[in-house]
C-alpha cells in the first residue's frame, strides 16, 4: 500500500492534462472528424408530442428529394434491431416496458425518434425531413410526477400501472423513535430535472461491411465496450465483429453512458444500406432526447434526542423517469441512491426510507453525474439544519457532534450499507485550518441583523465511487466494473499502454501515465497510451461512476510492476546477477546500492526483441498485462462542501460569495487534475441549485430548446472555489488505495448552496426547499410575488 510519505515519481506531482496541448492546438479527433468514403448522413423525425398514436406516415415526398438515399420508419429499423427492457436482476419487481429504436405505433415523449432520414449531406436529410408527414391522434399525456404514481392515465396500459419500481429499506424502530423525539423537522423537497450539456454533442459514425457482417462504430461514448455488447446483442452481430473507437470526447458525465434508440437506428441503416452513416444532436435534439436526471419529490423527516443526537430519519422518495427504463442500466440507480445514502455521514439507529420511480410523457431520465447522490446529500443536510434552528442547536457542532468517526468503523449503516473507512475527523481538521467558521457564521449573522440576506451552509457527503461487480454484475446486465491494461516496452526503451479506460476530458489517461511511470521506472514522458478502442484494449468499463483512476489505475499498476519485475530479471540473467540489487530508475536499470547505470531500457529492448538469444535461459516477452476490479461494493471518498451566499431581496437573485470543498479521497495520483475533477463536479452541482432546469408543461411539451433559456453557470456567477486536501488512514484493499473523485464535487454542492440560501433567509422567517433556487421561487418564499 503507497502512503503519501513514499510515493514514487510522477505519482503525487501536479501534472497537466496530458491532450491539452493537442486539443488547444485544435489537433483534437472528435467523432466529427472522421471521414470515411461513401459516408452518408442521417436527420430524424421526432416526435412534436408528449404522447400521441402515430396513425400514418407519408414518405413520399421526402424520398424524391434529390440526395436522399433512404427513409426508415420503426418498423423497418426494427427488422434488423431488436428491441429492448431496462431491467435488472437484483429487481425483479422493476416493471420494464419494450423499447424499440424508433417508434412504431405510440411516441410517449416529446423528441421521441420516429423516422430516420439517410442522405448525401446533412442539410439534404434535414430538409427532407420537413417533408416527411405523420397523421397523429393526441393521447393524454402524464408530466407530474404524482399524476403518474396515481395512474389515472396510463402511458403503458399494458403493464397496469405507471410505476416502474419501488425501493425501500427499513431498519431499527422508527415510530418510536419519532415517538420519543425531543425535535422533529419535516420538508417536502422538489428537484428540478437537468442534465449534463456537454460540449461535443452525442454522436456516431457506423460503418457495417456486409461482406464480413462486420460493424466499426465511432462513437462519443464513455463505455465503448458496453456498447460494443449492446450493439451484437440487439443488432443480431457476433461481438467480436462489432468494434467501438471511442476518440476525442468533449465531456460526458454520465448521459455518453446509455444505450439511446437515434445511435443505435444509424447503425441498423448502415446495416441495410450496406454504408457508412454518420449523425450527430443538434443542442435542441440534446436537450429533447438526451438522457434527463433528478425530477424528485422528497418528504423527509428528522429526529433528533434533547441532546442534538440524530435518532431516526423517515424518507418517501418520488422519482420520475420519463416513458422507460434506460438500457443497459436501468432507471433503479437514482432512487437507490436516495434510500442508501440518507444519513451517510451520520450515526444514527433507525431509517424508513422509500422510492417510488413511475413513468411519464417526458424525455428520458436516468443516470448524471452522481447518480441520486446529491439528492440523498440535500435531504439529509436540509433536514438537520431545520432541526438544528428549531432545537436552538448550531448546525455545524451538531454535525460535528453526529458524524461517524474512526473509531465506529467498520459502521453498518441501518440504510443497509457498510463503511469500512472514512474521514471526516480529517477533513473537519483541515477546515478548521483553513478558516475561521465560527467568525464566519457570526459575518452572517451580523450582516442578517442589519438587514441583508447572507447565509452559510455546510454539507457533509459520502460519495461511492469504484463500484465492484455486486450491482450490475450480480443483477445480470453487461457493464463490467473491471478495467485493464497492457504495457509493451518498445525496442527503443519506451512503454506503450493499451488501457479500457476512456477519456472524456478529466484527465484520465494522464493520471494513469503517472501510475504507469511510477510502477515500472521511467520519465512520464517515455509512456503512450492508447485508449477508447475495444479492439485493442482489455474488455472493461470504460467512464462511469468515479472509477477510472481507482480501477484503471490499480490494473495499470499491477501491469506495470509485472513488466519491471520481466525488465529487471532479463537485466539480471544478462549481468550474472541477482534482480533483487537491481532498480529502475529514470528509465534505465542501475544498481540498487550504488545508483550505477547498467542498462538503458532501449538496450534491453533491442536485446529483447532483436537478439533474445542473448538471454540464458528465458524467452523475453516484454509485454504485461492486468486486470483488476474492486471486491468491495464502492470505494468511499467523503468531504465537506461550505457555501456563502448573499440574496437580493428586491430581485432574488443569489450571489455566490465563497465555496470551500474539503474532500479525502484515499491516494491523490495527481493534485491538479483532481481539483479540477472537484471544481467542474461543484459548478455542474451549483447549476443544479441555481440556474439549470428541463421544464416541461402539462402536456409534455418541452419548454426549453437552448442555451438562451437553459441557463448553465458561467465565470461572471462564480466565485473561486477553495480546495483543502484532507488525508485519512490507508483506503481499499489494492496497492495504490486510490478512491474516486469525479462526481465529489456534484454531490454535495447543492446541498451546501440550498443550506447556504435557508441561513440567508432565516432573518426573514422562511424556507426553501426547491432547486433551483431561482428568483421567482426566491421572492415567492418572500412574499414579494
Not at 396513425?55 to 431488436?82: E, H, M, N, R
Not at 465511487?465 to 526503451?493: N, Q
Not at 453557470?713 to 484532507?726: G, K, R, W, Y
Not at 426566491?778 to 414579494?784: E, N, P, Y
Request: with cysteine; charged share 20%; hydrophobic share 45%.
Amino acid at each position: 500500500m503507497l502512503t503519501e510519505s513514499i510515493l514514487p515519481a510522477p505519482i503525487g506531482e501536479r501534472v497537466p492534462h496530458r491532450r491539452t496541448w493537442r486539443l488547444l492546438h485544435g489537433r483534437g479527433h472528435y467523432v466529427a472528424d472522421v471521414k470515411i468514403p461513401g459516408m452518408l448522413h442521417a436527420a430524424f423525425v421526432r416526435s412534436p408530442h408528449g404522447h400521441a398514436r402515430i396513425d400514418a406516415i407519408d414518405t413520399t415526398s421526402a424520398k424524391a428529394l434529390p440526395g436522399v438515399v433512404a427513409v426508415f420508419t420503426g418498423a423497418d429499423i426494427a427488422a434488423v434491431c431488436k428491441p429492448w427492457r431496462g431491467v435488472h436482476g437484483l429487481f425483479p419487481s422493476l416493471n420494464a416496458p419494450l423499447q424499440h429504436a424508433l417508434a412504431i405505433d405510440t411516441a410517449r415523449f416529446a423528441g421521441e425518434p420516429v423516422a430516420l432520414v439517410v442522405a448525401t449531406s446533412r442539410a439534404v436529410a434535414e430538409d427532407a425531413a420537413a417533408l416527411i408527414t405523420i397523421d397523429w391522434t393526441p393521447l393524454p399525456a402524464v408530466a407530474d410526477p404524482q399524476a403518474a404514481r396515481d395512474g389515472a392515465d396510463l402511458i403503458h396500459p399494458t403493464l397496469g400501472s405507471n410505476v416502474c419500481l419501488v425501493q425501500s429499506q427499513a431498519s431499527g424502530d422508527v415510530d418510536a423513535a419519532f415517538a420519543g423525539a425531543a425535535v422533529v423537522a419535516e420538508e417536502t423537497f422538489r428537484f428540478g430535472r437537468h442534465t449534463g450539456v456537454p460540449i461535443e454533442a452525442r454522436g456516431l459514425i457506423a460503418e457495417f461491411d456486409p461482406t464480413e457482417r462486420r460493424l466499426t462504430v465511432h462513437h462519443s461514448h464513455q463505455c465503448p465496450h458496453q456498447m460494443q455488447n449492446d450493439f451484437a446483442v440487439l443488432l443480431g452481430l457476433a461481438e467480436h465483429r462489432v468494434r467501438v473507437i471511442a476518440p476525442d470526447i468533449g465531456g460526458g458525465f454520465g448521459i455518453k453512458q446509455q444505450l439511446y434508440g437515434d445511435e443505435i437506428a444509424v447503425c441498423a441503416a448502415s446495416m441495410l444500406l450496406g454504408r457508412p452513416v454518420a449523425w450527430t444532436a443538434d443542442r435542441l435534439e440534446s436537450f429533447a432526447a438526451d438522457i434527463h436526471a433528478r425530477e424528485h419529490v422528497v418528504t423527509g423527516r428528522v429526529a433528533l434526542s434533547d441532546d442534538g443526537a440524530i435518532l431516526a430519519f423517515d424518507v418517501d422518495d418520488l422519482h420520475a423517469i420519463g416513458p422507460y427504463s434506460q438500457f443497459p442500466r436501468s432507471s433503479a440507480g437514482e432512487g437507490r441512491a436516495v434510500v442508501a445514502q440518507t444519513g451517510a455521514p451520520y450515526k444514527f439507529d433507525a431509517i424508513r426510507a422509500r422510492a417510488t420511480a413511475v413513468f411519464q410523457n417526458k424525455g428520458m431520465s436516468g443516470h448524471y453525474r452522481g447518480v441520486g447522490q446529491p439528492i440523498a446529500c440535500a435531504v439529509t443536510e436540509v433536514l438537520l439544519d431545520h432541526a438544528a434552528r428549531k432545537a436552538g442547536l448550531d448546525p455545524i457542532a451538531m454535525r460535528r457532534r453526529n458524524l461517524l468517526r474512526g473509531s465506529d468503523l467498520p459502521y453498518a449503516a441501518p440504510t443497509g450499507v457498510t463503511y469500512t473507512r472514512l474521514a471526516f475527523e480529517e477533513c473537519f481538521s483541515a477546515l478548521d485550518t483553513h478558516l475561521d467558521i465560527a467568525a464566519l457564521q457570526a459575518e452572517c449573522a451580523a450582516a442578517r441583523a442589519q438587514g441583508r440576506l447572507r447565509g452559510l451552509g455546510l454539507a457533509c457527503f459520502v460519495e461511492m465511487t469504484a463500484r465492484g461487480s455486486g450491482f450490475y454484475g450480480a443483477g445480470g446486465v453487461a457493464v463490467s466494473s473491471r478495467d485493464g491494461c497492457t504495457l509493451r516496452l518498445e525496442p527503443t526503451g519506451g512503454l506503450r499502454a493499451l488501457s479500457s479506460i476512456t477519456e472524456q476530458g478529466q484527465g484520465a489517461e494522464t493520471g494513469v501515465l503517472q501510475v504507469i511511470a511510477a510502477a515500472v521506472g521511467v520519465p512520464l514522458d517515455a509512456v503512450e497510451m492508447i485508449t477508447g478502442d475495444t479492439a485493442t484494449s482489455f474488455h472493461g468499463g470504460g467512464t462511469w461512476g468515479s472509477r477510472c483512476m481507482a480501477i484503471g489505475g490499480e490494473a495499470a499498476w499491477r501491469a506495470g510492476r509485472a513488466l519491471r519485475a520481466e525488465i529487471l530479471d532479463i537485466a539480471a540473467r544478462l549481468l550474472q546477477a541477482h534482480a533483487a540489487s537491481l532498480d529502475i530508475r529514470d528509465g534505465a536499470v542501475v544498481e540498487l546500492a550504488s545508483g550505477a547505470v547498467r542498462f538503458t531500457l532501449a538496450e534491453i529492448g533491442a536485446i529483447g526483441h532483436f537478439r533474445p538469444h542473448e538471454v540464458p535461459g528465458a524467452q523475453p516477452q516484454l509485454v504485461a498485462s492486468a486486470s483488476w476490479g474492486s471486491d468491495a461494493p464502492f470505494r468511499p471518498g467523503c468531504g465537506l462542501q461550505l457555501a456563502v451566499v448573499e440574496i437580493d431581496p428586491d430581485i432574488g437573485s443569489v450571489r455566490l460569495e465563497r465555496f470551500v470543498v474539503v474532500h479525502e479521497c484515499g491516494l491523490v495520483v495527481n493534485p491538479l487534475l483532481v481539483d479540477e475533477q472537484i471544481r467542474g463536479g461543484v459548478v455542474q452541482g451549483l447549476g443544479a441549485a441555481l440556474f439549470e432546469e428541463l421544464l416541461y408543461d402539462s402536456d409534455g411539451q418541452l419548454l426549453v430548446g437552448s442555451l438562451a433559456d437553459y441557463l448553465v453557470p458561467t465565470a461572471p456567477e462564480l466565485c473561486d472555489i477553495e480546495l483543502v486536501h484532507a488525508h485519512g488512514p490507508a483506503q481499499g484493499t489494492g496497492d495504490l488505495g486510490i478512491a474516486g473523485v469525479g462526481e465529489a464535487g456534484t454531490t454535495g454542492a447543492s446541498a451546501a448552496v440550498l443550506c447556504a440560501v435557508n441561513d440567508a433567509l432565516s432573518g426573514r422567517g422562511v424556507t426553501l426547499a426547491q432547486i433551483p433556487c431561482t428568483p421567482e421561487r426566491i421572492l415567492t418564499a418572500l412574499g414579494v410575488i
